[in-house]
């Protein structure tokens, strides 16, 4: 990814200065260039390249309040102009902000990297189609030593998702997944414990087998943790992702055309929360966090689970499989199980879980259903705006759990034909005796188009907004 740092240097490639509309006399120009510059902002073009032939210098006006929609279009602004850098081959690019605006260089490096991302790994050219923006420089007195080398690790935490998702399953089956995480403890200081298929065993983890039964490789669950000295939290905080590596839908094959063609993205939710514990650990913060992903392919086989099959969860409900394509939860299940053992403060859990959330919401947002207190949903979605993965809250009325009850076991894991990321999360909720927030991430984990710093594949949704969460509540 390209360094990010606020040691600048004499002479970047691409300067950028950002500062406030109503000051634009106070820049150190000459008469011409703010002729120029005051000329075209009045067309309202906050972008501005000053014509030169000697430096590519952009002057980047902004206005208004500083809102988190604005943050969100200077994120965007820096994808402008990673791309202006990129297009011409250059390497190094310097951010000043001459604002009085707090961190405005911040948001604009972040969506510059984070725009920057490519998966080249299967290309053989790759060394051709490398970006060649490698360096991003900032000059901001409004943000602190500290902050700086912040940006760089929940950057890399991000993009570390991202390659997680982009990853086929003839490369990323559960086994290498866990081994990934493992790699991913080591470089930013964190430990990871891999269960195999027979520890899985011991545990009962009849959800995870079941969903395993089909595929001719082992499933994995894998704990991750980090607990620094100065942890200011005394019950750590569980993070659970979905570690699908591969959805066919099992025996209930996934009906429609294209529905499976993005389906090596059903481990984002398990891709989510180890790039967050990754840019948790990379930085340092003074708490205690716990990730566990339980992970497998969901495939038809010869011993693959069939419907009206009954698997019994590791705590001893039962759940009748009516829909194989309904798999997520019944990984989840093991997992929430496996986390009352912590005694949680809370425990959050992502997952590309249904076709119900993208539906409702598109996939601009998440889908959020929890039991935690409101007040701590309300600041989650505070961050959510903050990063800009944007939440929406669903209810958990009890009517939504009815339909979760089977015929002949304790549960079934299909509801009706409404609303199916509240019955989804109703089935979820039954595992766990915690306070506990549900993120349905099926609409943005996945992109066929850029948009935006967004680039297309993996979006690693979720690591910003769970950094950014955790820091302001949990860690001071
Ligand atoms: N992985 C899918 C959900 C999904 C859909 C993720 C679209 C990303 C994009 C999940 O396992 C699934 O198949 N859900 C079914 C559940 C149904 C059978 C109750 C669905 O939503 O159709
Ligand atoms: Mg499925
Ligand atoms: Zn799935």
């Known amino acids: 990814m390209a360094k990010i740092s606020n040691k600048a240097p004499k002479n970047a490639d691409v300067v950028v200065t950002l500062f406030d509309k109503k000051d ?199 704990i991750m943790e980090y607990k620094p000295k100065n942890a200011k939290n005394k019950k750590p905080i569980v993070l659970v992702g979905k570690g699908v590596v591969f959805d066919t839908g099992g025996l209930s094959l996934k009906p429609t055309p294209g529905s499976m063609d993005e389906m090596k993205c059903d481990m984002a939710g398990g891709a989510a929360v180890v790039g967050a514990i990754y840019a948790i650990a990379a930085n340092k913060l003074p708490v205690h966090v716990i990730a566990l992903v339980p992970a497998t392919d969901n495939r038809p086989g010869g011993n693959a689970l069939c419907p009206q099959d009954v698997i019994t969860i590791s705590d001893g409900t039962t759940v009748e499989v009516l829909n194989t394509d309904a798999e997520g939860r019944l990984i989840l299940a093991d997992a929430l199980v496996y986390a009352k053992k912590y005694k949680p403060e809370l425990v959050i859990d992502l997952a590309t879980l249904t076709g119900a959330a993208v539906r409702s919401i598109g996939t601009y947002a998440s889908a959020v259903m929890a039991t935690a207190d409101q007040k701590v949903v309300n600041n989650l979605m505070d961050s959510g705006f903050e990063v800009w993965e944007r939440l929406i809250q669903f209810p958990m009325w009890k009517e939504y759990g009815e339909e979760m009850k089977s015929d002949v076991a304790d549960l079934k894991n299909l509801g009706g034909a409404f609303a199916g990321q509240i019955s989804a999360a109703k089935f979820l909720e039954h595992f766990t005796d915690y306070p506990w927030i549900h993120i349905d991430i099926a609409g943005p984990a996945y992109q066929n188009k850029v948009d935006a710093y967004r680039t297309k594949g993996g979006v690693g949704v979720g690591v910003r907004l769970l950094y950014d969460f955790i820091k302001k509540n949990y860690a001071n």
């Open 24 to 222: 634009v006399k106070k820049l150190k120009l000459e008469k011409a260039q703010l002729t120029f510059l005051e000329s075209e902002l009045n067309v309202n073009r906050n972008t501005v390249l000053m014509p030169s032939l000697t430096e590519k210098h952009f002057y980047v006006a902004i206005e208004g309040n500083w809102n988190a929609e604005a943050k969100e279009g200077m994120r965007k602004t820096g994808v402008e102009i990673q791309a202006a850098v990129n297009k011409t081959n250059l390497e190094s690019l310097h951010i000043v902000n001459q604002s009085a605006l707090e961190k405005a260089a911040w948001y604009l490096a972040e969506g510059a990297a984070l725009s920057n991302y490519q998966f080249l790994k299967y290309f053989k050219d790759k060394e051709n189609k490398k970006n060649t923006l490698s360096k991003i420089f900032v000059t901001d007195a409004t943000i602190s030593e500290e902050e700086w080398s912040e940006l760089h690790g929940i950057v890399e935490g991000t993009e570390l998702a991202r390659t997680l998702v982009n990853e086929p399953v003839s490369f990323l089956t559960a086994t290498q997944f866990s081994e990934e995480m493992n790699k991913a403890g080591k470089v930013a200081g964190f430990k990871t414990q891999i269960l195999n298929k027979k520890q899985i065993e011991a545990l009962k983890m009849g959800g995870l087998l079941g969903v395993n039964k089909g595929s001719i490789d082992p499933p994995t669950f894998t």
